[in-house]
C-alpha cells in the first residue's frame, strides 16, 4: 500500500518539465493516439450521436414561423426556446450567464471536467466526428504513424488531399449551421438562394468560419483544450481531493512493473504496459496524477480495463474517482464548499425564474420630450409632452393604448393609435393633460397604463411638470 505523498516521490517529475505535445526542439509533437474501445468509448459514441441530432435539428425548429433558438448578436436579437429577448433584457441575460458560471463552478467541485469528455462541443467534434473519419481514412495510430513518416509520393499525396477535402466539407457543413444559429436557417437558405454574389460579405463570413474548424480539427486539435480554453486552465482552482476526476489507483497499482513468475507478489496491479498513455488524445500519463490536459474522455479507463481483463484481474486501475476515495476509500462529502455554492446557485437560479415569470410582451421606455417644460393650454389645462420607445416582444403586431386615471388627467395620441410591429420597435409621442387647479405641486407623479387588445400588459411610472394655480 503507497501514500500519495510516497506515490508523488516514487513517479518521474520530470513529465512537469515538458508539455507531451511539444517536442525538444520546441516544435509541435503531432499526437497519434490509439484508437479507443470498450464500454464507456460506447456509451459516449451513443451520447455524442444525440448530441449531434440535436446540435444538427434545433436550427429547423420553428415556433409561431420564428427559430427556437436564434443568437443574433449583430442585430442583438435573441430567441431561446422560442422567447424573443433584445437588448432591454440585459439584466436577465447577466444574470442568465452569472447562473451558468456558478453551475459550472458547482458541477467542477463535484464532478470534475466530466463536461469536457462528454458534452464539451470541441471534444464531441473531435473524438466523435474528426478522428472516427481519420481512422476510418487513415487507420489506426501505427498507421497514422507510418503516413506521417513516408516521403511525400502518390500515395501520401492522395491521402493528405483526401482526408483534407473531406475535414473541409464537414467544416462546411458546421459552419453553415454555426451561421443559422446565429442568422437563422430561413435566412441561411435564402442566402443560398439569392446566390454567393448577393451575399459577398455573408459568404466571406462563412469561409472564415469554415477555415477555423478546419484548422482546429485538422491541425490545432487538443492544443485548443490544453492552451486556447479558459475552462481547462481554472481547474487548478476549483478541483479539490473530493472532486471526481479520472484518476490511477495508485494505491492498488503501485509498484508498477512487468509480473516475473517468480515475484507476482511484490508489484502492484499495473504492469507499466502504456496502454492508457497510447489512447490518450492529450497525450499524458493519467498515472503521473490529475493534469491540466486531462480532458476526461475516458479512453485511458476503456484501454486500463481490457488490460486488467487480460491479466484477470479487477477492473478500474483507472475510474472516475476522488483522490480521498483512492486514498482513504472514502465516499463523495458534500463539503462546505458545495453547500455554499448550492445556496448561491439555488439563489440566483430564483430570482431568474422570477425575472423570466414577470417578464413584460412589450418592453417600454416613457420620456418626457428633451428641451420642453411644459405647455399652457386653452381652456384651463397644462400640458407634457412624452415620447414612448416600445419593444414588441412578441411574435404578432400589437394596437397599443395608453391611459391614466380620469381623476389625474388624459391622454392624447399625437398621430394615429400605434401599432407596434411585431420584433420591432415603435416610438409614440403623446401629450398629457391636467386641469390647472388640479396641479398642487411642480413636480408630481405619474403612473401610465398600457394596454393591448384590452387587456393590461405593462405600466410605466413617470412625473409630470406644472406651474402651481392654487
Ligand atoms: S493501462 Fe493500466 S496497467 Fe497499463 S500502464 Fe496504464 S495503468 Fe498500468
Ligand atoms: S488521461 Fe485519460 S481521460 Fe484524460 S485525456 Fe488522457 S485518455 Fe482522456
Redesign the pocket.
Known sequence: MISAKEHEQVIDQTFRDSVATINQKGKRNFLF?KK?KGALYNKRTLASVIYLLVFFTLPWIKVNGEPFIMLNVLKRKFILFGQIFGPQDFFIFALGMITFIVFIILFTVVFGRVFC?WACPQTIFMEMVFRKIEYWMDGDFHKQQQLNAMPWNAFKIRKRLSKIIVFWLISFVIANYFMAYLISMDEVLRYVDDGISAHAGTFSALLIFTSVFFFVYYWFREQVCIVVCPYGRLQGVLLDKNSIV?AYDYVRGEPRGKVKSNDPETKGDCIDCKA?VR????????RNGT?L?????????D?CDEIMDSLDRPRNL?RYASENNIAKKEKLKITTRIKAYTAVLLLIVSALVAMLATRDSVDITILRTQGMIYQQLPGGYTGNLYSARMFNKTHRDILVDLSIPAEEGSIEIIGKQPLIEKENYAVITFLVKRKNENITQRKSNLTIEIRAEGKKIATQKTTFIGPIHS
Open positions: 493516439p479507443p469528455g479520472v492508457c489512447v490518450c488524445p492529450t497525450g499524458i500519463d493519467i493534469q490536459e486531462c480532458i476526461n474522455c475516458t479512453a485511458c479507463i484501454a483507472i
